[in-house]
């Protein structure tokens, strides 16, 4: 059996790519494009059976569908696609994630779409719809972001697998502690600007959430918001805030260190233009917390000073080894990677189409 | 019950793995799609969507006709017609 090596799993708007790193992950193999010409909007490698990948592929003709490999990406086949309640009346219309579940339910695949709504596989190929989530009666409070109604986080308690926190663009965010039947809103203290006044001191539904994560502390979660930055732990009544220390409140990739709980990176934009540009955020830089947001870290070592860069959603990673590296992706088409936890970084590849998503894997 | 060619175009032939031409039995347009994914299971859920429409941005042609300027799914086919299933010129993604 070869030795595991890094692998990196890059969605874009033209296809899937898959990065196969060495042992050093100093050289790196390309190998795609899968799906060539159709969006990818997310992949993922599932560690528990060490040989599944899925990919999110949101074809322009022939609609939406989910492709799984079996053998570690040299093939793929479409699964079936996640379907609504008929009297729902809904179509898919994009899978935005794709979530391995927990290790002690083994057999189970969540994914996120569009509309937005959650289902689940346990056989590799048809999907439950979760009523509880789906059917929510706060849904038509739900409205949709500037991508449109998705449900792109899915996030697992490290140590729970009954308890997950989901994030909907622009329904908010809800947790269910017992594997998905039952869901409530779970918003407490986050910030809504575009919401009505009225609505703003206690957003029990339709804030904006960019990004949201299990960390590595059994019953803590990271969220990375429209307009703020917040950690909630096991014993916390509500989210806590902790954007101080960087240059703009705003942003959408985000990732969390695989063993160290208080470490998270993130990489602020511009607001307005939604890139990171020289003036507002001096530039393309990964920001990094080893304190649980307390402070930020700016890490732009290698990174091109001037670049205008616009990261996606899901198109920051890093991958599970004690140093771990981090990996991000730009709608430039620039795939960049660092093996020193953020210190310094490297470009992997460019010109490729533009990045919607970066997954690092261990396979 | 005719036996007509279905040409596949496109994006639609990708799906197929690269099959561009199948016969089918059937009586109408309705009937040709539905009988497809029998034949090539890569066009299961790439014709139509979970409510049985014909997906966005798939246009597909009675021989030199586009079935929406005739019955639609309703149209009649005879031995030897043609259908096509033509990836519409849409999008821009």
């Known amino acids: 059996m070869a030795a595991k090596k890094v692998a990196i799993l890059v969605g874009t708007k033209k296809g899937g790519y898959i990065f196969r790193g060495n042992a050093d992950r100093s050289k790196w193999t390309a190998d795609g494009p899968h799906f060539a010409g159709a969006p990818v909007y997310h992949m993922a490698y599932d560690p528990r059976d060490g040989r599944s990948m899925w990919a999110a592929v949101n074809s322009t003709w022939g609609g939406p569908r989910i492709e799984r490999s079996t053998d570690l990406g040299k093939t793929w086949k479409a699964v079936s696609n996640p379907v609504f309640r008929e009297d729902m009346n809904m179509v898919l219309r994009r899978t935005w994630h794709i979530e391995p579940g927990h290790p002690d339910d083994p057999d189970a695949v969540w994914v996120g779409t569009e509309p937005a709504g959650l289902f689940v596989t346990r056989d590799g190929e048809y999907w439950s719809t979760i009523d509880g989530l789906n059917r929510h009666p706060t849904r038509d409070r739900w409205e949709p972001g500037g991508g449109g109604l998705g449900l792109h986080s899915i996030a697992i308690d490290r140590g729970d697998a009954k308890h997950m926190a989901i994030g909907i663009s622009a329904g908010g965010a809800y947790e269910t502690r017992d594997g998905g039947v039952t869901w409530h809103p779970w918003n407490d203290a986050v910030h809504a600007k575009h919401l009505p006044p009225s609505s703003r001191g206690e957003p029990t539904v339709g804030q904006c959430v960019h990004k949201l994560l299990a960390t590595a502390e059994p019953g803590q979660f990271f969220m990375r918001n429209h307009e703020r930055i917040y950690w909630r732990g096991p014993k916390d009544k509500k989210w806590i805030e902790t954007t101080e220390g960087l240059p703009t409140d705003y942003g959408f990739a985000g990732a969390v260190h695989p063993h160290d709980a208080k470490t998270a990176y993130v990489i602020p934009l511009d607001p307005r233009l939604r890139m990171s540009t020289p003036e507002s955020t001096a530039g393309l830089a990964v920001y990094r917390t080893t304190d649980r947001g307390k402070t930020w870290k700016r890490l732009d070592r290698g990174l091109p000073k001037a670049m205008n860069a616009e990261v996606m959603r899901e198109g920051l990673s890093v991958d599970p080894l004690e140093i771990p590296g981090v990996y991000f992706g730009t709608q430039a088409g620039e795939l960049w990677g660092s093996t020193d936890e953020g210190r310094t970084f490297e470009r992997i590849e460019q010109y490729l189409p533009p990045i919607l998503s970066v997954t690092a894997a261990w396979i | ?93």
């Open chain 2, 1 to 93: 019950m005719a036996t007509v060619t279905v040409r596949l175009h496109g994006a639609f032939s990708d799906f197929a793995g690269g099959t561009r031409k199948v016969t089918i039995q059937a009586a109408t347009v309705g009937e040709v799609l539905d009988a497809l994914p029998e034949r090539v299971p890569g066009l299961r859920e790439r014709i139509r969507d979970e409510h049985g429409r014909i997906r966005e941005h798939l246009n597909v042609f009675h021989n030199e006709e586009e079935i929406r300027r005739l019955q639609g799914e309703r149209t009649s086919v005879r031995d030897g017609d043609v259908v096509h299933l033509m990836p519409a010129v849409s999008g821009g993604q």
